[in-house]
C-alpha cells in the first residue's frame, strides 16, 4: 500500500501528521509493504504551515504512476475574517496552483483513492470535483459544498468509493484508521487503536443499505414561501442592464446584468466573457434586491448576491458558503 500525503502552503498540520502517524504505524504491523511519502505538487522542497509557520519536507512530487492513496489535507488560518490568512483564502490558493490539475487527473484514475481531512474536500469542490459526488469537511465549510454542486453529508467518515473524506481537523486519525481498516484489514487497524489509545467516532457513512424514513423533526419542510406584500422601501425601479464589477479575494471580475419583468415575473440574466447564465430565484426583500447563479470562473459555483439601488447605482455583494463575501458596485447603462 502506497500513501502520497499532499503539502501546500497553509496546509494544518494535525490534517497531515495525524493520517501519517496512523499509516506509518500500520506498516509496523503489516506483513504487507506500506510506505508514506510526503508529497507536494512541485516536488521536493519546504512546505510552511498555516497559522505557526512550520516547514515540513516534502520529499518528492505527486506521482500519479504509483497506484495507492493520496490524502489531501486542509488548511489552518483565520476563521474570524476574510483576510489573506484566512482559510477559505488559503484554500481558493491551493486550487490556483499545480495541485488542481494533478488532482483533476488522479479522480478519473482507477486504481487511486482519493482522500481528504477536513478542508481538504473544499480544495476538491472548489475545484468543480466534487459535483454530484457525497461528501463531508468541517462544519464551517458544509454549505460550500452545497453551492459547488457536492451533496454534503453529516457524518464523521463518507466513503463514496473512490472517494474517502472526513470531517473536522481530528477526523484525520478516523480517516486513516478506516483506510487501514479497508485495505489492510481490522486487525492492524485495531492494533493501530490500542496503540494511539484512540476509538474511532460514529459510522462510516455510505450510499447504500436501506435509506432511512425522513423525520419531521429532524428535517422540517419548510413552508412554501408566498409573495410578501411590497413595502414603501421596496425596490420598484431596478429594471435595465446593468455594469457590475466583482471584486473577489483572487482578482475583479465584470459582469453585465440584465434585469426585467416578463408577465409580471421579475427575472434576469448575467453575463461574463461570452458567458450567459440566468439569475435564479429574483426576489425583493424589503430594500434588498436578491437572487442566485451558477458562475464557472474563476471557480465552479453557485454565488447569492444580496443588493441595493439607489437611482442609477447599485451595491452589495455575493457570498458561496464559508468563501469570503464579494464587494460588488456597478451602474445603470439602460
Known sequence: ?????????????????????????????????????LVSAEGNRLVTSGVNHLQ?????????????????PGASGSVLDNG??????????????????????????????????????????????????????????????????AIPINARVVDDGNLITGGGVTSGLDVALYLVERELGPQIAHAVEQLFEH??????????????????????????????????NEIYDFQGKWDTTISTPIGKLSVLIDLYTND????????????????????????????????TKPISLTLKFSVSIDGNQMVGEAKAGMLPSSKLIGHRLT
Open 1 to 37: 500500500m502506497h500513501i502520497q500525503i499532499v503539502l501546500f502552503d497553509g496546509f494544518d498540520l494535525l490534517d497531515a501528521i495525524a493520517p501519517y502517524e496512523v499509516f506509518t504505524a500500520a506498516a509496523m504491523y503489516s506483513n504487507e509493504e506500506v510506505t508514506v511519502k
Open 56 to 72: 515540513i519536507q516534502a520529499s518528492e512530487k505527486l506521482d500519479l504512476s504509483r497506484k495507492g492513496i493520496i490524502l489531501i
Open 84 to 149: 489573506p490568512d484566512s482559510v477559505p483564502v488559503k484554500l481558493q490558493q491551493a486550487t490556483e496552483t499545480e495541485l488542481s490539475h494533478l488532482l483533476k487527473e488522479a479522480m478519473i484514475k482507477p486504481d487511486i483513492l482519493l482522500t481528504t481531512v477536513c478542508g481538504g474536500s473544499c480544495i476538491l469542490a472548489m475545484g468543480g470535483l466534487l459535483e454530484g459526488r457525497h461528501a463531508v469537511t468541517h462544519h464551517m465549510g458544509m454549505d460550500l459544498l452545497s453551492v459547488t454542486g
Open 199 to 232: 476509538e474511532r467516532r460514529g459510522t462510516i457513512w455510505k450510499a447504500e443499505g436501506n435509506v432511512p424514513k425522513e423525520s419531521k423533526h429532524e428535517n422540517p419542510v419548510e413552508a412554501t414561501r408566498q409573495p410578501s406584500t411590497i413595502q414603501s
Open 264 to 295: 409580471g415575473q421579475k427575472v434576469g440574466t448575467a453575463k461574463q466573457g461570452e458567458e450567459i447564465v440566468p439569475l435564479d430565484n429574483l426576489s425583493i426583500e424589503g430594500n434588498q434586491l436578491k437572487w442566485s447563479m451558477k458562475v
